[in-house]
């Protein structure tokens, strides 16, 4: 267990997961990441959060050690994401004394995911309501799609410490030596970065509270320089800095982004500088004469660049379509003119790597048919809390192409009505076709009147 001091009273017994290199099959994470967990020990134990399954065995070990032979009251359940919300039965069958703690919308979900008898051991809070542990007390607020519709967070009041569920986290374990600014803006833009307006609502809520420590469910617990933090996830969220950081992609987009037409200028770069990132669609093939994987750089115009098995294992699609990557390409000629000068120091896809069908149709059992509606619309940019249910589905019904074949929509309507939005959020896959203008037809009227 990591030896991290919150407070006396409250203790951390969560995991690190340096094994897994794709976080929810698609964000790249080589410095791995943890899972948090803590316990707050008073009259009445709790215990916020469980963790993956990947570290079951090691969360119940330092649970079983902080706990000795005492025995938890409440399980608080701020976030059903599996990655913190896997062992909540596993927690139930091992302390059927202990009551769970959440909200209405939590059980829900947890009467989807679990197949368990929660009589008399529920907890419902609501916002802004309060559980006495004796010398401490947490207060509930809820946090919607921050990232998901049932996530609360809560304040300890006594030792003023913010349990803030997805918010304020950073990918990689919690003894990896990055520089935290870097990582956790790639985990805000890839976790919460859609929901601006629901994190800008959670801060105005933080903001009303004397907040000394911040305990997420990844990444380092923070005590020190929190305006920093905080201000940092205010300005994230506000279009000054969302313009700056689309500025960021673009620029990134210019200096690496190969154009066909521009191959043997960027191979020049490399050669001269020895090292230079491009993106560029790879594809993968399996050389069976020298019993090694080699890649295709489409728009570069190289080939018979050796890959490793570990990395083609990890993104299987390579050797299918190909995916599009961002890869760090060295120059080492070696004289040798039957060996090619480029060698691949790093890639990362920046497109799903591998299927996960499993799991995503296991996931999707759990929702209802309303929910998956509502998670549908908002990954495509829309707050579904602003819809009603025959608006939603006259949205979803433009998305039928996509999974029926010989299907062609015709949708007719005045311009800027957001025909085209969904086509250009949710697939890159999808061809739109636009009529332009409208006219009067000749055919159907005189041309002389």
């Known amino acids: ?43 009445k134990i709790t215990v916020m959060d469980t963790v993956d399954k990947r570290a079951t065995d090691e969360w119940f070990a330092n649970l079983a050690r902080v706990l000795g032979d005492k025995k938890p009251a409440y399980l608080v359940v701020s976030h059903m994401e599996p990655d913190h919300a896997a062992n909540i039965k596993n927690f139930a069958d091992r302390y059927p004394e202990a009551k769970l703690v959440g909200n209405a919308k939590t059980f829900a979900m947890m009467d989807q995911f679990f197949e368990m008898d929660l009589t008399d051991r529920k907890v419902v809070v609501k916002e802004g309501e309060t559980l006495s542990l004796g010398a401490h007390t947490l207060q509930f607020f809820m946090a919607p799609m921050v ?159 050796v890959v490793d098995s570990i990395t083609v294992d990890k993104n299987p699609k390579l050797l299918v379509t190909g995916i599009w990557c961002m890869c760090t390409l060295v120059y080492a000629y070696s004289g040798d003119r039957d060996e090619v000068p480029w060698r691949l120091h790093r890639l990362m896809p920046v497109q799903m790597s591998h299927d996960d069908r499993e799991n995503y149709l296991a996931m999707r059992a759990k929702f209802t048919a309303g929910e998956w509606i509502d998670l549908l619309m908002q990954s495509v940019g829309f707050n579904p809390d602003l819809f009603g249910d025959r608006a939603k589905l006259l949205h979803l019904v433009r998305m039928i192409p996509f999974v029926e074949r010989n299907y062609n929509l015709i949708e007719l309507g005045p311009k800027g009505t957001g025909k085209s939005h969904i086509y250009s959020e949710f697939s890159p896959h999808g061809m739109l076709i636009s009529g332009g203008e409208d006219r009067k037809s000749t055919r159907l009227n005189s041309s002389h009147t």
Not at 2 to 18: F, N, Q, R, T
Not at 34 to 42: A, E, G, K, L, R
Not at 227 to 238: I, M, P, Q, R, V
């Open 1 to 43: 267990m990591k030896d991290i001091s919150i407070s006396d009273a409250v203790l951390y017994v969560g995991a690190d997961d340096k094994t897994l290199d794709i976080f929810e099959s698609q964000y790249p994470i080589p410095n791995g990441v943890s899972y948090n967990s803590y316990v707050i020990m008073d009259e």
């Open 147 to 305: 990232h998901w519709p049932e996530v609360m967070v809560a304040y300890e009041q006594s030792e003023k410490i913010l349990f803030s569920a997805d918010g304020f986290g950073k990918f990689g374990a919690l003894d990896a030596e990055e520089e935290w600014d870097e990582e956790a803006a790639r985990y805000f833009l890839n976790i919460v970065g859609k929901y601006g307006v629901q994190v800008q609502g959670l801060l105005k809520k933080a903001s009303g509270l004397d907040i000394q420590m911040i305990c997420p469910l990844h990444g380092p617990v923070w005590r020190e320089n929190l305006e920093y933090l905080l201000s940092k996830y205010a300005t994230t969220t506000d279009q000054e800095s969302i313009n700056a950081g689309v500025k960021r992609v673009r620029d990134i987009l210019a200096d690496n982004y190969v154009h066909r037409e521009e191959a043997n200028l960027i191979q020049s770069k490399i050669r001269e500088k020895g090292r230079y990132q491009v993106i560029d669609k790879v594809q993968v093939a399996l050389n069976e004469k020298l019993d090694r994987y080699e890649a295709t750089f489409e728009n570069l115009g190289i080939s018979r660049v």
